[in-house]
DNA sequence: GTTTATGCAAAGGCTTTGCATTTCA
DNA sequence: TGAAATGCAAAGCCTTTGCATAAAC
């Protein structure tokens, strides 16, 4: 089964990053990240905390952020800010790139591929001299539903 | 001189704008305009608040707040959030499209162009319907600088 | 046995909000 | 004159921090 052999692939990346950097391989840390790669999409951390609360699993919001900044360290979850204030999370391990479309009026965001981004990502480190980790490309505007409703009226 | 046939445009702009909107045009917000039209580069809320200050322009928090949403509103300015948690801004008008490079170990922020995310944004709104206002792309990596540490060490 | 992580609650920092006062139209 | 904006301070929200307790190594 697919998502199986990524929980299992991912729980090694995890497990070989916290030994090397001399981190703890504690339950709670496993437990985040099994529950953070059971879903698909976005999430807050009050949404991982209340899910982890419902299967009996209870972490403190403290170590849920302190575990989420290791998966980032380790590129095992992305980071968003779209536009409230608080961040939003998604795995990335083995996940397709994609992007954000986010529309202004009613904040639904959708996600798009556009593999030339990558040719943006290489001059930046050919021209630049920078060394690319990840990026973020969100492009804001109006879905087209919206588009549909300002129309009907 | 450019620089004020520029404020001049911007400041018709958010006249034009406050107008049909029915906003009403207090002192206020053309100083903070004009604030935020006579720097380059990004700032925050706080190193605005502090620039008036000085020039003996006092404006609350709450009105630059309030002013700068209706300047995002006309797209005047662009806000960003880059690592922490205050918002950056930027004016936009007239101001060449850029993107972002971020150094995850130092925070520096560099600027970049790349046309080609033109045809990206095209695509965006052709194949899914979208009506682009505005992108944002951060590339997230070690800035040269910082690989030169590294490699010190 | 040490040292590090967890959990709780309190503190922090940025932003928004409520309300009295002022000001634009 | 009436509605909206300003300013101040307080409240809010997300996130970080300090410290006692628990657990990994």
Redesign the interface.
């Known amino acids: 089964m697919v998502v199986a052999e990524q929980q299992a692939n991912v729980q090694r990346i995890f497990s070989e990053y916290l030994e090397s950097n001399g981190h703890r391989k504690t339950p709670e840390r496993f437990s985040i990240l099994t529950e953070v790669y059971a879903h698909e999409g976005h999430f807050d951390i009050e949404r991982l905390y209340g899910r982890m609360k419902q299967k009996k699993y209870r972490v403190s919001r403290a170590t849920l952020y302190n575990t989420m900044g290791l998966l980032l360290d380790c590129d095992l979850v992305r980071r968003h ?1 779209f536009n409230g ?1 608080q961040a939003q999370f998604e795995k990335s391990h083995a996940y397709r790139q994609h992007d954000h ?1 986010i529309c ?1 009026e009613c904040g639904a965001v ?1 996600e ?1 591929c ?1 593999p ?2 990558q ?3 290489n ?3 050919e ?18 539903s919206c ?1 549909a409703k300002r129309k009907r009226s």
């Not at 001299?129 to 087209?144: A, D, K, N, P, W």
């Open positions: 800010r204030s479309l202004t959708q798009f556009d030339r981004i040719t943006i990502r001059t930046a480190s021209v630049m001299g920078f060394e690319v980790r990840y990026h973020t490309l969100q492009i804001h505007g109006t879905c087209s588009q």
